[in-house]
C-alpha cells in the first residue's frame, strides 16, 4: 500500500513509519551531520523491531585482507537452501569516514539482515580510508572483498557465481572504480553477476572533487574517474537515486545515464527511490517501507535465479 505521504509500505506497517516521508521532506537535500543523525532516529525504532537472530547467522569481522580495516561480516540465511545469490555492500561516508556497524545492530546490519530475510547472503564491508588511503584503495579494497567472496562465501551458503555488488555514495564510486578498471580484476571479467549504485558518485567532472581521495591534481582527474569505465562494463547496473539527493548527487546519476547511453546506446536499469534523501534512501533497507527493497529483488530476480514477488 502507499500512505498519502506517498511511502510504500506493507499492511502491518506501525504508525511511526506514516509521517516519516513528510519529516524527511522537510531535512531536504542537505548532506550533514544533523541531517543523518536525524535519519538515524526516525529509523532505528523500525529496524529493531525488525531485527532477529532468527532470520540470519551472523558471523562478524572475518578478514579478507591483511589491513585492520579489510574485515567484513556475514549474514547468512537461515532456511536457504545452498548456492544462493551474495551482496556484497559498500558503505559510504564522504571517503574518510564510514563503517560497516555504523551504528551496531542497527546500521549498516539493516542491509545484511534485509539481504538475509530474503534468501542472499549479505556481506558488508570495511575498507581503508582516506587521507591516509587515497585513490585506489577503496576500489582495490573491493576487488580484495571480491576475491575472498569468490573462494569463500560458498563455505555460507552462497553461489560464488551470484555475487551482487552494491555501494552506497563513496561506496559507490569505489564499486565504480572496482568495475571500471580491469588492473583489479582477478581474472579477465570482474567475476561479479551485478552492480546496484545507490546515490554515487561516478564523474570527476562534477565538483566538488574529494580531494583527501582523488588528489589535488585535476590533469590526474579523466584517468581516476570511473564514469567511462563503469559505462562500459558489461556487468548487469541498478542506478538509484533518492529523489531528494542534493544536486551534485544527482548531476552523478545523469553523467552516468548519459554516458551508459552513449557507450551502449541503452540505458541502464533505473530506480528513483521517491520521498527519500541521501541518507534514508539506504537506512531504511529493511524496515516496513520497500522503496529500495523492491527495485533491489526486482534486479536481482532479472538477473539470475530469485524468485521476485511484489
Known sequence: MSTSDGVQVTEVASAHLLGIAGKLR?????????VLQEVRSLYAPLLLQQSSNADSVVSRDV???PHARHRLNIFSPRTAASAGDVMLF????GFMTGDKEEVPNVFFDNVGRWAAINGIVGLTINYRLAPDHPWPAGSEDVAAAVAWARGAVDHYGGNPERIFLMGHSAGAAHVAGFLADPRLWANESPGVAGCVCVSGVYDLNVRPVSTAYFGTDESLYASRS???????SAVPLLVTVAENDPEMIQRHALSLLSRCL????SLPK????????????LL???SPDHSLADPLLRFIHE???LPYTA
Request: glycine letters at 14%; proline letters at 7%; one cysteine or more.
Open 90 to 93: 559498500v558503505h559510504g561516508g
Open 284 to 286: 531504511h533497507l529493511n
Open 226 to 232: 570511473p564514469l567511462a569505465g563503469l559505462a562500459r
Open 303 to 305: 538477473t539470475g535465479s
Open 270 to 281: 533505473l530506480s528513483q527511490i521517491c520521498d527519500h534523501n541521501h541518507f534514508s534512501t
Open 262 to 265: 552513449e557507450e551502449k546506446k
Open 26 to 34: 522537510a531535512l531536504g537535500r542537505q548532506i550533514s551531520p544533523s
Open 63 to 65: 578478514p579478507y585482507g
